[in-house]
């Protein structure tokens, strides 16, 4: 896959970065920052000791720092990686030692509810340019993190009205530094589209395998040796870190429960069409919803392998 190439001569997008929260996203900013130039320094901070010790030992960044304060001081760009529910602590904890002009940033999933809860906190002399990298895997922690994760990925930034451009061009020159194709929305449609393609799916796939679990005619050990493609696909994605999901559908409530209110009337329209032997509906939704995996493959979004490629044995 190609990699992102900056130009010689080509201005850092920020001299000393600090990465709050070294899960997933975060270790691979860090890793993807320096693989790819785009600060001069990168310094790291984890509320959690183990996960400090862990990032040193693989590592990350120039520099583990033990406490909010040292990891802001003098950096002209932050962001902040922690689960959705936990930035607008993360944004009172810094503020107080936020230099003037300095960048804030964020990879929440979820946008509206984390501008409001970040945006109580910020001092007016900080930048606050919203971002959401379309990209994870269903592993976390520091240890999960890989440089190319953002390549050829989605990042959408939600700027408030008037934010100066020059903040959002630098996070935009970062995320695309990074390998990600950037685009701009406004926070609610971002939430409404990732309620779709994102939020939804997820509380799909807990449901599905949360229900085999739970049926007591089949056995668990039934559900893992006869598990069929398809339900092995669900249970990746079930496999999810559960504070991030928990943090994203409660910060998303409005956008989830409506996608969610029609989905269910499909599904009671797709039971009926089964009930009534409606075969040339099953047919007619099966053959658009093809043609859709179809255009995910040929707009380079997934392998076109079959099975995601997964080894033959
Ligand atoms: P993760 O692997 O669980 O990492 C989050 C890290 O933040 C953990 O080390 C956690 O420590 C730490 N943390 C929690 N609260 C904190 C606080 N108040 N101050 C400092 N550190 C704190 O999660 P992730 O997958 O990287 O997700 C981080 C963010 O990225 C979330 O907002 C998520 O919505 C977004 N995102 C995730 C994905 C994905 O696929 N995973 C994709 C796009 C965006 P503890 O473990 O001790 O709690």
């Known amino acids: ?16 970065l600090a990465i709050i929260g070294i899960g997933l996203i975060g270790s691979s900013i860090a890793l993807a920052a320096r693989r790819f130039a785009l600060a001069r320094r ?7 000791d183990d996960v400090r010790a862990e990032a040193a030992r ?3 960044g120039d520099e583990i720092v033990a406490s909010f304060a040292e990891s802001v001081r003098g950096a002209d760009g932050v962001v902040i990686c922690v689960p959705v529910g936990a930035c607008g602590a993360v944004a009172a904890e810094i503020s107080p030692y936020l230099q003037d002009g300095a960048i804030v940033t964020d990879v929440g999933s979820v946008k509206s ?26 592993n976390s922690g520091p240890g999960a993190g890989f ?5 050829n990925r989605w990042c959408i930034l939600t700027p408030p009205n008037g934010m100066d451009g020059d903040a959002v061009a630098r996070i935009r020159a970062f995320w695309e530094g990074m390998g990600a194709n950037v685009e701009l929305m406004s926070p609610d449609h971002h939430d409404l589209v990732l309620a779709v393609t994102s939020h939804l799916p997820h509380l799909i796939a807990y449901n599905i395998v949360g229900t ?17 493609g398809g339900f092995r696909d669900f249970t990746r994605i079930a496999a999810s870190d559960p504070t991030m999901w928990r943090d994203v559908f409660l910060h998303n409530k ?13 599904l009671s329209a797709l039971a009926r069409a089964i009930r009534w032997g409606e075969g040339d509906k ?10 859709i995996r179809r255009g995910i493959v040929s707009q380079g979004q997934e392998t076109p392998e079959p099975d995601f490629g997964r080894r033959k044995i």
């Open 254 to 266: 409005e956008a989830v429960l409506e996608v969610l209110a029609r989905f269910n009337e499909d």
């Open 113 to 138: 509810a984390v501008i409001k809860a970040v945006l109580e906190h910020l001092p007016p002399h900080a930048r606050f340019v919203p971002a959401h990298p379309v990209a994870g895997t269903e």
């Open 42 to 48: 990168v310094v790291l901070f984890d509320i959690s």
């Open 212 to 228: 085999a679990d739970d049926l007591q005619s089949v056995t668990q050990s039934e559900v893992i040796k006869f598990s069929a």
């Open 282 to 291: 099953l047919f007619d939704l099966f053959s658009r919803t093809r043609a």
């Open 147 to 151: 440089p190319s994760l953002f390549v």
């Open 1 to 16: 896959m190609a990699e992102p190439k900056r130009q010689p001569g080509e201005a850092l997008p920020f001299e000393r």
């Open 58 to 60: 693989l590592g990350l």
